[in-house]
């Protein structure tokens, strides 16, 4: 079945406070150098109550340095935080009323001041890859058709391979959200998603990319198809690394 329209407004809601609880993190972390992805998930779990959040059973990803070359990293041992380190924080959630659908986001942040070259064009390939996948499904909603699921993976799947990144792509390029967990059990978008995707029924696109030992990057964001065919994104859309830094 398809989200309710109540549905729809509570994942928008979710959605919503996950960005408010990114724009948080930034401060944290501004504030708080020394500390450590320990601390900062225990941090997104006190907003999440703060902003009436219910996660699932998972850890949020809060990953620094070469820990994001790991696609679910869950930090057992506190690292801290060092300049120099790119950041990747991947957070999901829904509101705590029952039957209420998950957003779910990873927004990347460097703490130092200057960005690397090599962490700027990785996102930029990667956001690109996103875009190629947006992109994609607007121009066949135009037309009223729905593509499936390995159609849209292959739009952002080829982008990589064109700039020979193909097989730093470690996972699908997005999953339907669901009531229970941020993974729903509708057709992914992945080689194999052999069905269109369903109306009303919320998504991520997430294409990253992981150089092992070294750092990776990914950013997500989510969609719905409504009954008009119009995409509809529920999330910010990130455009460039955020970089931390607090001047002495």
């Not at 902003?51 to 506190?78: C, M, N, R, W």
């Not at 927004?107 to 990785?122: C, E, I, N, T």
């Amino acid at each position: 079945m398809s989200w309710t329209k109540k549905q729809i407004k509570q994942h928008k809601q979710a959605a919503e406070a996950l960005r408010k609880i990114i724009k948080k993190i930034v401060e944290f972390i501004k504030y708080n150098p020394e500390t450590t992805d320990v601390a900062i998930r225990q941090f997104i779990k006190k907003r999440y109550k703060r902003y009436h959040l219910k996660s699932d059973k998972q850890k949020s990803i809060v990953a620094f340095g070469k820990s994001t070359a790991h696609v679910h990293y869950y930090a057992e041992k506190p690292r801290r935080l060092k300049k120099g380190d790119i950041i990747m924080i991947d957070i999901w959630a829904r509101l705590e009323e029952i039957g209420a659908p998950f957003a779910d986001i990873t927004w990347m942040m460097y703490y130092g001041r200057k960005l690397p070259k090599q962490h700027v064009d990785a996102f930029r390939i990667v956001a690109q890859a996103r875009e190629m996948a947006i992109k994609y499904l607007q121009s066949n909603l135009k037309n009223k058709t729905i593509p499936l699921g390995k159609e849209i993976d292959d739009a952002a799947r080829n982008y990589l391979n064109d700039h020979g990144l193909a097989e730093k792509f470690l996972h699908s390029t997005g999953h339907s959200l669901g009531l229970v967990s941020p993974h729903g059990r509708r057709t992914r978008i992945s080689r194999k998603g052999r069905q269109s995707l369903p109306l009303n029924i919320g998504y991520t696109i997430e294409p990253g990319i992981y150089f092992k030992n070294k750092f990776g990057v990914r950013s997500e964001i989510d969609f719905y198809i409504d009954e008009n065919y119009k995409l509809i994104i529920t999330t910010i859309c990130q455009k460039q690394i955020i970089k931390i830094w607090k001047k002495s």
